[in-house]
Structures are given as structure tokens and as C-alpha cells.
């Protein structure tokens, strides 16, 4: 009884100070309900504040995404802030259209005017890519963009950059952190009503015009589109970036052109889902377009698609990260190529073979962005930074541009992204990649399935014998430690296997490679079927090794 009593005064406390009257009435009602059930989950703790910001389900409580939650992480921000030396500074703040993405924005920029710092905010919706890009525009020394990203629709959350246009990384999301835990009462978190800068069109014309170093001049621009901005952010600047540089003006999924928070289409607003893609590739099948290219809800992802006897392809994050690595080799680009560990070790290949440096990191691009003489990074889940003096980030809207490029100077040679595909696996071997991905309720479920894998780690995976295992919470000679778990697999294939918890999504993934040999172009179709038949059984065991 002590314990509901507690639980009850701590929720009737919080809502004495919320600021968001809709978040406040339902606390009050659940209040009022006696709703010790779901009392307890809001309540349990505070959402943590990571190298991702904050991410989680909108409502009332410390577990969830609001208004009182954000102000405090503004406030732990602008501390940690003016501890680095930062007083005065400016912080630039972006928004994509989510519910309360603008209110949690604006709060942001009065906590930062409020602690002494300037801040500035974007004009309206607009790509995550044009935050980061914004803040080394602009000379900021943070930036933060309110965005879930592609996580379903009653999400937000909360990314920080600091003054180089990267992601925070540990220390600084620790030290931020602790400066968010000193946050006494939102009454101590002075907000006034004005004294920030709303910006104007100008900082998107200037992303605009720096699109341009990413674009052969005077190159071939004849490829046909299918675009789709998935209810997200990406429609407008996709338009305006490819009429800039002259392609054709991409046809829409009219559906999904317009932002939309409640996602209405799409059971989850991500191009990787099943079913997410059906609306592009039925506008597809009527405009017969060259290829399909879709954004994810902020605009910082690129999906591709290309036609098939069969219908239209979605490419993995892997095909396409390997056709951008081997067009910016076409075009001379020097300079380091980079990837995390969870993607094809093909780039490396392709990286050798050209005399330019590669290396591996962490997942993430806060990770990749940080690699000293970057020229290109990516990784598998869709994330391209094509132009990392213009933005340290995964950019969705300079990868389409770069894939329009490429596919625009195949069609002109009578070829195709798959022909390119064909010459790469030919050149260094089909890398076929898959990925094992379970989405949970119970994230103990993660924890058990990645405790099974450590106390008892497969003998052997699809009869191939694990040859080397690596527990990468330990750390490697080259990477920090981080929760995840290497296996190699012994025979001609390379086989390869990374688990890992999602560090954005309640998802346990493990991304599978196999790359067999290619003698010559009539061993494709035979060495595809190999790989996909190795990889599903590697799935198989891999499952029932975690228990699942």
C-alpha cells in the first residue's frame, strides 16, 4: 500500500508541473482511474539519455517523450554546454513533422535563450541532413533535432549534435546526462517567451547550393523517378535538389507525398519494413520509371529499387552502399571510406582495388562521421554520407541525387544499377548479405537471447564450424567496446555474423554475410541461389541458438 502511495504522489508531483495540457489530462485520468498498472511503467524510471538523445512513446510520465522531459534535457544540454566554455554560443535546433515535434523544439530554443546560450531555429519541417548541415554553416556549437525518425507513429525523440556536425558520443552523452539528473524542478528551468531566431529560407537555399559539390557537372541527368517521402519531411527538398541539377522531375506516391505523423499508410514508416514500399511500386508498375527512390520520415535515409523480370527490387543498404562506393571511385574521389562493422565487408574490397583507405566502426554514423579523412561512409540500414564537408551525417537527399547520377550515366551506356551490381560481384566476389531481426515487447527478451549467445556461443552455423568468436563488449585492438557478438564461419564463403541490440528501435538484430566466388557472368544466378540458400540456414540456427 506504501509503495501505491508513493507511486501516486510521485505521478500527482509531475503533473503539478507539466506544461502540455493534453499529456496532463491524461496523467490526471489515469490518476483519477486508480491506474496503478500503467502508473508504474511511466514511472518506473526516466527515459535515458544515450549517444542517441532520447527516443521513446509520447505521453505523460518520466518513461515517456514530453514536454516536461524535453525541457529537462534542454536544460541538462545548455549546462553541459556552458561547462564546455560555451556561454553565449548558438545552438540551432531542427524538427521533422512528428506530434509535438514543434513544441518540443520551440521549448528547446526557450531553455537555451533562457541559459544564457543564443539559438536559432529551423523555418519549418525539414530533413534532418539540413539540421546538420546548418550547424557548421552557421558556426553553432550544438544543434538538436526533434525526430524519430522512422520508428512508428507514436514516437519522438531527441538527437544532439555538437559543433563539428556529428552525433554525440561518449563522454559527452554521460557528462550530458548528469547534467540532465541535476535538474531540480521545471520552475528552476527559466523559458522565456522570446529572444530566439527563427530562421528563414536562407539556411535551406544554402544546403541547396552546397548539393551541388556532390554532382559531376555537366554529367548525364536522363534517369526516370519514383519518389516517395513516406509521410515524412523529404518531399520538397528531394523536388527542389533534383530540379536544381536538372534530372526529371521524380513522379510522387501521391499518398505518401505529404507529412503526415499518423502514418496512415504504413504500418511502419521505415522502406525496410514489409509492405512499406507497396504504394512506390505500384505507382511503379504504372509510370514505369528506371528506378524507385524513397526517404524515410526524416529524410536522412535512401532506399533504391530497381525492376525485375518479376516486379520491382528493393536493393539491401549493402547493394547500394557498394554501387555509391564504386561511382565516387568512377569519379576520381580520394580519401577514406569508412562503414560499420555490421556492414558488407565488400566496400573494403572495392577500397583496396581503388588504393584508397577503408576502415570500419561502431554503428552509427556518430561513429563514422568521426573518421579522420573521411570521403564516404555508410551503412547498411539505408544511411549514405556522400559529402562529409557538407554534412557528418547520413544525408537521404545527396544519396538520391548521387544514385540519380549513376543510374542517369548507366542508362546513357545502356546499363543498369543491376548490371553494376553484376560487375562488383564479378570483380570481388557475390557478397550476399540478411539480416536476422526480431522486434520485442519485453526487452528482456534482447538481454535473455544475448545472454544465451554468451553463456553457450554456437558450435557451428548451416554446418559451416565457428572458427572465431568475439565478444565485443570487451573491446577490440580497433573498436571500443560495445554490446554485440562476431562470429566467423569456417569454409570458402567468409561467412559472418554480428548480434546486436538496436540501439534506436525494441529490436535484437544480426546482420549474416556469405560471399561465394564468381568464376564468370554465368555462375550469377547459381552463386545468388547459393548464397541466399546459405544464408537462410545460418538464420535457422542462429534462431534456435537464441532461443527464439
Not at 47 to 57: I, K, M, S, Y
Not at 150 to 156: S, V
Not at 289 to 310: G, H, K, S, Y
Request: overall charge negative.
Amino acid at each position: 500500500m506504501q509503495e501505491q502511495d508513493d507511486l501516486i504522489t510521485r505521478a500527482r508531483a509531475w503533473l503539478a508541473e507539466d506544461p502540455d495540457p493534453e499529456t496532463a489530462a491524461e496523467l490526471a485520468a489515469l490518476i483519477e482511474a486508480g491506474d496503478t498498472a500503467e502508473l508504474s511503467d511511466r514511472f518506473s524510471g526516466t527515459l535515458q539519455f544515450g549517444t542517441a538523445g532520447l527516443r521513446g512513446e509520447i505521453g505523460a510520465g518520466p518513461m515517456r517523450m514530453n514536454r516536461s522531459v524535453v525541457i529537462r534535457a534542454a536544460a541538462g544540454l545548455a549546462a553541459y554546454l556552458k561547462a564546455q566554455g560555451h556561454t553565449g554560443g548558438l545552438v540551432v535546433v531542427g524538427y521533422d513533422a512528428r506530434y509535438k515535434s514543434a513544441d518540443f523544439a520551440r521549448d528547446t530554443a526557450a531553455v537555451m535563450t533562457g541559459a544564457g546560450l543564443r539559438a536559432a531555429v529551423l523555418p519549418r519541417p525539414l530533413p534532418t541532413p539540413v539540421l546538420a548541415y546548418a550547424i557548421r554553416h552557421l558556426g553553432a556549437v550544438a544543434g538538436v533535432e526533434v525526430t524519430a525518425s522512422h520508428n512508428p507513429p507514436r514516437d519522438n525523440g531527441y538527437k544532439v549534435y555538437l559543433g563539428d556536425g556529428s552525433q554525440i558520443v561518449s563522454p559527452a552523452d554521460a557528462e550530458i546526462a548528469a547534467e540532465i539528473a541535476r535538474v531540480d524542478t521545471l520552475a528552476s528551468v527559466p523559458r522565456p517567451e522570446s529572444g530566439w531566431e527563427d530562421l528563414g529560407e536562407e539556411v535551406l537555399e544554402a544546403y541547396l547550393a552546397r548539393t551541388d559539390a556532390v554532382l559531376t557537372p555537366g554529367g548525364p541527368r536522363g534517369v526516370r523517378t519514383v519518389y516517395t517521402a513516406m509521410h515524412g519531411v523529404g518531399k520538397d527538398v528531394v523536388l527542389a535538389a533534383f530540379a536544381r541539377h536538372g534530372f526529371p522531375e521524380p513522379v510522387l506516391v501521391a499518398e505518401q507525398a505529404e507529412p503526415d505523423p499518423a502514418f496512415p499508410t504504413v504500418a511502419f514508416p521505415n522502406p525496410e519494413e514489409p509492405g512499406a514500399m507497396d504504394l512506390a511500386f505500384a505507382r511503379a508498375a504504372e509510370v514505369r520509371p528506371d528506378i524507385v527512390i524513397a526517404n524515410d520520415p526524416d529524410a536522412d535515409r535512401c532506399a533504391v529499387a530497381v525492376p525485375t523480370a518479376d516486379g520491382w527490387r528493393m536493393l539491401r543498404g549493402d547493394e547500394v552502399g557498394a554501387l555509391l562506393a564504386a561511382h565516387l571511385v568512377h569519379k576520381g574521389a580520394t580519401g577514406v571510406f569508412a562503414e560499420s562493422i555490421v556492414s558488407s565487408s565488400l566496400l573494403g574490397r572495392i577500397a583496396q582495388a581503388a588504393g584508397v583507405g577503408h576502415e570500419e566502426t561502431l554503428t552509427g554514423f556518430k561513429w563514422i562521421a568521426r573518421v579522420e579523412g573521411l570521403r564516404y561512409g555508410y551503412e547498411e540500414a539505408l544511411g549514405y554520407c556522400v559529402d562529409p564537408e557538407g554534412v557528418r551525417d547520413k544525408d537521404g537527399v545527396t544519396a538520391a541525387l548521387l544514385v540519380a547520377e549513376l543510374a542517369s550515366e548507366l542508362k546513357e551506356q545502356g546499363r543498369t544499377l543491376t548490371d553494376l551490381l553484376d560487375d562488383l560481384a564479378m570483380a570481388h566476389g557475390l557478397h550476399a548479405t540478411d539480416q536476422l531481426s526480431v522486434r520485442v515487447r519485453d526487452l528482456s527478451v534482447i538481454a535473455s537471447a544475448m545472454a544465451a549467445l554468451r553463456a553457450e556461443p554456437p558450435a557451428s552455423l548451416a554446418g559451416l564450424r565457428v572458427v572465431s568468436a568475439e565478444d565485443l563488449s570487451r573491446g577490440t585492438q580497433s573498436l571500443p567496446p560495445t554490446d554485440g557478438l562476431r562470429y566467423y564461419l569456417d569454409g570458402a564463403y567468409k561467412a559472418r555474423v554480428i548480434c546486436r541490440p538496436s540501439g534506436t528501435e525494441p529490436k535484437l538484430k544480426c546482420y549474416l554475410e556469405v560471399v561465394v566466388p564468381v568464376a564468370e557472368a554465368s555462375d550469377l544466378a547459381s552463386a545468388r541461389a547459393t548464397g541466399q540458400e546459405v544464408l537462410d540456414a545460418i538464420k535457422k540456427d542462429l534462431a534456435a541458438a537464441m532461443g527464439l
